[in-house]
Structures are given as C-alpha cells and as structure tokens.
C-alpha cells in the first residue's frame, strides 16, 4: 500500500508585520524569495513582499545616502532614510520611513516628526540597479520581544487600550506592537532576478 507524502504546510510567523504595509503585502510564496534571506525564525521574525492589486513589481524611490559598493541606502545629512514604490499607475507606496516607522522612530519618537527633507518630492530619486528599472520587495521585521512583555514594560503609559507617546499621542496598543519591530531589511529583485538588500537597519 502507498501512502501520498502529506504537504508541508509552510511556517507562519505569529506576527502581524508592519501596520503601515499590512495591507500592501501578501507572504512570499516560493523558497526562492525565503533563500535571500537568512534561516526563517517565526518566533521573532515576520516576512512579506509588496503587493498592489495584481502587480509584484516597483519602480523605487529613495531618499537617504546610498552606498556605492554593497547598495545599502544610509540616512542622509542627519535626515532618515525614506524608500518608496510606485505602481504603474503611479500609486506611491511609502514602504520605510525611518522617521515614523520601527522601535526608534515609532515608539521612541527619536526623530522629529517633522524632521524630513524640504521639497521632498523634488528631492527622492529613482533607484535603478543596473539598468533595472523595476523589482519585486522583499521585507523582513524582526521584533525581539513579544506583545506580553512590550506591554509589561509600558503599562503606565497605557490607557483604555491606546499606548501614549513621550509627545502625548496616542497609538492604539495593537498598532503600537506592530510598529515596535527592531530591525527591518528590505531586498529587491529585478525582473532579471539580480537581487540587492538595501536596508538592513537596527532600530532599537
């Protein structure tokens, strides 16, 4: 008698990700896009690619200092990096603002709010990496504590389920969590299949 192999049911993370991109992403969806990135850990570590509608590939837009040998994209002048992907309809995305978005900037409030560049939008720039003009996203969080503790350590600024900020805003404590990860990469892949990681920042 043969017994069919059962399918592997593929590891989920217990995590939400990033609420400013939930949704905007969908999990990846072939071992390929896991490989680019290290051994997947569900137990701190979310994953997801940018999706709009049907399309899976950007046109990217950046603010910040990028390296010239290993692509990495840096904050700029003492301004935080921004990256952004636009769709073919010219939809724009902002997919990392480091200003707003992880532990530091969300959280911590370690950047002005208002601290960005002046004529932003004259000022980002197309990335293309050579001569690749449009390429899927590929993001990683890490969150290195679990909503329990992140609770625990911040129960007196709570109040009727909203986390109150050092400047007195207040995020509700589910859109606080998601916004706590302490480290976020992001990895592009051109329809050639050239890949490049381009952030890859601590944030705690």
Same mark, same amino acid.
């Given at each position: ?7 592997? +049911?593929?590891?989920?993370? &217990?995590?939400?990700?990033? /609420?400013?991109?939930?949704?905007? =992403?969908? +999990? *990846?969806?072939?071992? @390929? @896009?896991? $490989? ?28 910040? %200092? ?10 700029? %002048? /003492?301004?935080? =990096?921004?990256?952004?992907? @636009? ?14 978005? /992880?532990? @530091?900037?969300?959280?911590?409030? =370690?950047?002005?709010?208002?601290? $960005? ?5 004259? &000022? ?5 990496? *050579? ?16 909503? +329990? ?24 404590? +589910?859109?606080?969590?998601?916004? $706590?990860?302490? *480290?976020? $990469? ?5 329809? %050639? ?12």
């Amino acid at each position: 008698m043969f017994f069919k192999k059962k399918k592997k +049911e593929p590891i989920k993370s &217990r995590f939400n990700g990033p /609420g400013h991109l939930q949704n905007h =992403t969908s +999990e *990846f969806t072939t071992s @390929e @896009e896991h $490989s680019l990135f290290r051994k997947f850990i569900p137990r701190i570590e979310w994953r997801g690619k940018l999706k709009y509608q049907n399309e899976e590939y950007f046109r990217i837009y950046y603010f910040g %200092n990028p390296s010239t040998k290993e692509h990495f994209i840096f904050d700029k %002048n /003492g301004l935080p =990096t921004l990256i952004i992907a @636009e769709t073919d309809n010219g939809s724009r995305i902002v997919v990392y603002d480091k200003r707003i978005h /992880g532990f @530091e900037g969300g959280i911590l409030e =370690t950047y002005d709010s208002e601290q $960005s560049p002046d004529d932003l939008d004259n &000022r980002i720039q197309e990335l293309q990496l *050579f001569g690749q003009e449009k390429h899927k996203v590929l993001i990683q969080a890490y969150y290195n504590h679990d909503q +329990e503790l992140f609770e625990e350590e911040y129960q007196e600024n709570i109040e009727a389920g909203q986390l109150i900020l050092e400047s007195s805003k207040r995020i509700d404590l +589910e859109e606080a969590f998601d916004n $706590s990860f302490d *480290f976020f $990469s992001i990895i592009l892949v051109a329809e %050639n299949g050239a890949h490049f990681e381009i952030i890859a920042d601590e944030l705690a």
